[in-house]
Each structure stands twice: as structure tokens, then as C-alpha cells.
């Protein structure tokens, strides 16, 4: 089953992303004599532009719409550590286009290198324009700005939202549950669930968008790293899923399809946890993979959790979605040790 083929895309990356098994961490994860599901990873940091990630694929289709539009300069927002904003530059770069970031210090992190290094070093080198702000400050001011300034100048800017979190930017989420559908199949296997990160919650309406556009398949298991509460996302996110759905022809995302789980957030945001440190450490050692501390090291704490509980049968097929964002590992040098 295919997208519809006339939505705006420009291209970013080139192929299908990796779907590789990951069998020392299920060895690692059996050594007390327990049963551990087939574990795989879908590798969307492997999307190639400048350090990888999810974003990379929205980017085609909201860059697209941009290039449609008639815009010369895109504007998007984050925190000071955005994958986003760094993926956002990066695409801007590569097709021509001016960026400016607009991050907020929303998170109350005491370390230098998270108010220096990883993606705002990379933002810098890829020529955005930042416009750094207090956790404070009025967004939507900022934002105007931001935009009467570009336009003073003669430029036309297009916003993408944080995290590229619409219709437009979840559409590659539908697709990536194609994706992983087609590479199950021709590797002889059937996936009962999918685990990934959720933040500002376009992956998983993508996600959810393309399980309705096949009417079923793996369930979508979102570990919130920032949303405290299903009450806090649920809305949004249907409302994000089903725009899609309808952007790309397909039926209706239900209440009960939205599988959050929020054990694993810690205290908020971008604040480091011990499940996540141990999640970073022991897929890095076992597999040779590098997670990040804020989305996908939380989301591989949920998904060994679920393992070790026993909330998972041990005949499953798990994939983990690897959404990027190595490059906020240097933000947090502190939080890991040597063995
Ligand atoms: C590395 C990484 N993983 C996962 C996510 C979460 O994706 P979404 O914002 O679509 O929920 C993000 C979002 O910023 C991210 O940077």
C-alpha cells in the first residue's frame, strides 16, 4: 500500500531506512533465565542529514509544502536542545532556504554543555539564525517578530510547527508504518508492536494514521518523555492523527488505538533519569547503538520495562524506533560514566 502520490515532498534522504534485529540485547535482557520477545530496531537515525532523526522525514513533506508555498526562509521553535531545530537547519541548508530557531530554556538543566554544545553547536555550524529565550517569554510575540522581521527584509517565511507536529510533518509517519510493514514482510516476519518516544506527538499520530490506512497491524506504543497525563495529549494527538488520515485518504484513528505510557518521564522534559542512563548504557554496549538522553533512551527505559514486567508475550515481534538525536548526548556529558 502506497501514500497518495501528489502530496509536496521534496527529497531529504535517499531509501528505506534499516530494520536490523537487535539480538544482544535480547541475550542481555534474558540472562536471568526469563523469555524476552524478537527484538528489532528501525533505524530513522539513520535518515542521513546531518546527525539523523525523525525529523528528517517531515521535513520532506513540510519543506515541500514551504517550496510550494513560495517561501524563501523557514521558522520553527524548540528548546535550546531541539533535534528538531538542528534537522529543521540542516534541511533549510540543503535546499536553499534561511532558518530561524526561536528556543525557549524551558528546561532546568544545570549543565554548560547543554546551553552550548550538541545541536545548538550543530545550528550554529549550519548557519540558522537562533533567537534564544527565557522559559518565559511570550511565543506568539516572539514569533511575530520573528516573521515581520523576515518580511520587512522582503523575505517569505513559512512557519513548521515545534517538532513539525502537523498533518503536513506526521504524513511520514504513515508512510514509515508502511515502511515497516513492507520490510516485515520480506524478512518473514510479523510485528505485533511498535515502541517509540513522544513528544510534541506527530510520530505517533503518523503512525496511528498509517495503522488506519492498513486497517490494523502492530500496535503503536508511545512512551511519553514529555506530556505528563493521557488527558494532556489525547485530544491533540487525535486531532493530529485524523487530519492525517484524511490528508492521505485513510479511515478514523480511535481513542482506544492511543497507547501512551508515562511512567518513564521522570521529572519532566528533558530531565535525565536512571532508566534512561541504564537504557543509553546498555544498548550502546550490547548493540554498538547510540540513543539520546531526552527521547529515545526514556522510550527504550519503557520498552525493557515492559520486557522485564512481563506485560509483553514472549512470542511478540517488538520494533523500537530509533528516532535520532544522538547529538543531545553531548549536552548531558555528566550523566554517563565509564564502566
Ligand atoms: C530524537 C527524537 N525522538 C523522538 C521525538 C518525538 O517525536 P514527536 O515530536 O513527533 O513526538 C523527537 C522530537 O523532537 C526527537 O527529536
Redesign the pocket.
Given at each position: 500500500m502506497q501514500l497518495p502520490d501528489n502530496l509536496p515532498h521534496v527529497s531529504l534522504m535517499e531509501g528505506v531506512t534499516p530494520l536490523q534485529e537487535m539480538p544482544r540485547l535480547r541475550e542481555a535482557l534474558m540472562s536471568d533465565g526469563r523469555a524476552c520477545p524478537q527484538l528489532y530496531i528501525k533505524r530513522d537515525?539513520l535518515t542521513g542529514l546531518a546527525g539523523g532523526?525523525?525529523?528528517t522525514r517531515?521535513l520532506e513533506y513540510l519543506i515541500g509544502d514551504a517550496l510550494q508555498k513560495g517561501a524563501d526562509t523557514v521558522i520553527t521553535a524548540?528548546a535550546l536542545q531541539?533535534?528538531?531545530a538542528r534537522?529543521t537547519a540542516a534541511a533549510a541548508a540543503k535546499m536553499g532556504l534561511a532558518a530561524h530557531l526561536i528556543l525557549f530554556e524551558t528546561v532546568p538543566y544545570e549543565d554548560p554543555a547543554y546551553s552550548t554544545s550538541g545541536n545548538l553547536l550543530l545550528d550554529r555550524i549550519l548557519g540558522a539564525e537562533v533567537h534564544r529565550q527565557a522559559k518565559d517569554a511570550d511565543a506568539r510575540a516572539v514569533f511575530e517578530e520573528v516573521t515581520e522581521k523576515i518580511r520587512a527584509s522582503g523575505g517569505t517565511p513559512y512557519l513548521i510547527p515545534?517538532?513539525?507536529?502537523n498533518a503536513v510533518?506526521?504524513t511520514a509517519?504513515a508512510q514509515v508504518f508502511l515502511e515497516i510493514q513492507d520490510q516485515a514482510k520480506a524478512a518473514g516476519i510479523t510485528v505485533d508492536r511498535i515502541f517509540?518516544?513522544?513528544?510534541?506527538?506527530?510520530?505517533?499520530?503518523?503512525l496511528l494514521a498509517g495503522r488506519a490506512l492498513t486497517n490494523g497491524g502492530p500496535k503503536v506504543e508511545?512512551i511519553s518523555?514529555?506530556k505528563p497525563t493521557r488527558e494532556s495529549l489525547l485530544g491533540e494527538l487525535l486531532d493530529i492523527a485524523n487530519l492525517t488520515s484524511e490528508r492521505i485518504g485513510g479511515s478514523l484513528v480511535q481513542e482506544e488505538d492511543v497507547r501512551v505510557e508515562f511512567r518513564h518521564l521522570g521529572d519532566g522534559y528533558g530531565m535525565p533519569t536512571e532508566g534512561m542512563v541504564s537504557a543509553v548504557e546498555l544498548v550502546a554496549r550490547t548493540e554498538g547503538l547510540l540513543l539520546?538522553p531526552?527521547?529515545?533512551g526514556k522510550?527504550m527505559a519503557g520498552m525493557i520495562a515492559a520486557i522485564l514486567n512481563g506485560e509483553i508475550g514472549e512470542t511478540e515481534t517488538l520494533v523500537f524506533l530509533?528516532?535520532?538525536?544522538?547529538p543531545?548526548l553531548f549536552a548531558y556529558p555528566n550523566e554517563f560514566k565509564s564502566k
Open positions: 537515525d532523526g525523525n525529523k517531515k524548540g531541539s533535534n528538531h534537522q515545534v517538532g513539525g507536529s510533518g506526521s509517519y517509540h518516544a513522544n513528544g510534541s506527538l506527530g510520530t505517533q499520530a503518523g508511545g518523555v514529555s539520546d531526552v527521547y529515545t522510550a530509533h528516532t535520532g538525536g544522538m543531545g
